[in-house]
């Protein structure tokens, strides 16, 4: 099979390719390498199984010409930070939702029928704190990160009302592991190589989220792909369990050896405008299709606070 992966240089995309090049398929890569990086990629840089473009997803002319002959989308590439929404408030549409509709033109003018799209747990918005299915409605997204990744969900609906298209749609928790280069355990370990004694916590520290380690987020979704044949098919991918980021705080500070370290929260209930600070989602669709995740969220984390630490000695 051959497979066009968007941002497939970066954190979750590079995981992906590892996977589908050890499957047996070819890969094309087409990432603008803002967030990305090449060296993700570099045990398949000269594999003939492999073609990274570098190019940008507002470039539909460029797009749909790479796009060609190929049987998958994998659709990954955003903005991969929440907070920039605060600042950048034109960024999630047009790397989010414009995008989208690039990458779906490009497909829909070279008869590419299936699409893989990670969308995200923050498009259910601020919820009363039960579990999280996907029936869960309406979805009010308190981010323009959320407002763009539910824009994208809209359009790959209509897509396959309109075109035929297939979709598998992934609401992720939170991603942790190998290549991770952004959120809340590389913010950790930054602050504490800069200063090994005081920690500074966004909010109160009570912030209680699922995280996924990235192998488990790529195996499902690769896993739904092939179990669910539904023309568009919705599904959260997540563990059972939560953590805080007080807990986060505490495994990096045990990783690193440190000793006497003061927390210093910020204050507040949540890390910034637009974080959604409690939630829990129900992965009981994906479960009885036959995945389940192989690591606890705070089993997850702690590996990948073991990752990033290793990738930076």
């Not at 990160?145 to 035929?164: D, I, M, Q, V």
Request: a negative charge; charged letters at 15%; one cysteine or more.
């Amino acid at each position: 099979m051959r497979v066009f992966v968007t941002g497939g240089a970066g954190f979750i995309g590079s995981n992906l390719v590892d996977t589908l090049i050890a499957q047996g398929h070819t890969v094309t890569v087409y990432d603008n390498l803002s967030s990305g990086r090449k060296e993700f990629l570099t045990a398949h840089l000269h594999s003939p199984h492999l073609t990274l473009k570098e190019a940008d997803l507002l470039q539909p002319a460029a797009l749909t010409k790479t796009m060609e002959g190929h049987n998958l989308v994998v659709h990954l590439a955003a903005n991969p930070y929440v907070r920039l929404g605060e600042t950048q408030t034109d960024l999630d549409l047009t790397q989010g939702t414009i995008a989208t509709h690039n990458v779906l033109e490009a497909m829909r003018h070279n008869h590419i029928h299936d699409i893989i799209y990670s969308s995200s747990s923050v498009v259910y918005g601020e919820t009363t704190g039960s579990l999280l299915s996907e029936s869960y409605g309406p979805t009010l997204p308190i981010s323009l990160y959320g407002a763009g990744k539910l824009g994208g969900e809209g359009l790959l609906s209509a897509y396959a009302g309109t075109f035929g298209l297939r979709c598998w749609i992934y609401r992720f928790a939170n991603i942790v592991g190998r290549h991770g280069t952004h959120g809340v355990i590389v913010d950790f370990i930054t602050k504490l190589n800069t200063n090994p004694h005081t920690l500074e916590i966004l909010g109160d520290g009570r912030q209680c989220k699922p995280y996924l380690y990235v192998t488990d987020c790529v195996n499902g979704m690769l896993h739904g792909y092939t179990h669910s044949h539904d023309q568009v098919n919705l599904y959260n991918l997540s563990c059972t369990t939560t953590t805080t980021v007080t807990r986060i705080a505490e495994m990096v500070v045990e990783e690193m050896g440190l000793s006497s370290v003061k927390f210093a929260y910020t204050g507040g209930d949540r890390g910034w405008k637009g974080d959604v600070p409690r939630f829990q989602l129900d992965p009981n669709a994906m479960n009885t299709l036959g995945w389940t995740a192989t690591y606890t969220s705070d089993e997850a984390v702690r590996k990948a606070i073991r990752d990033t630490l290793d990738a930076n000695l």
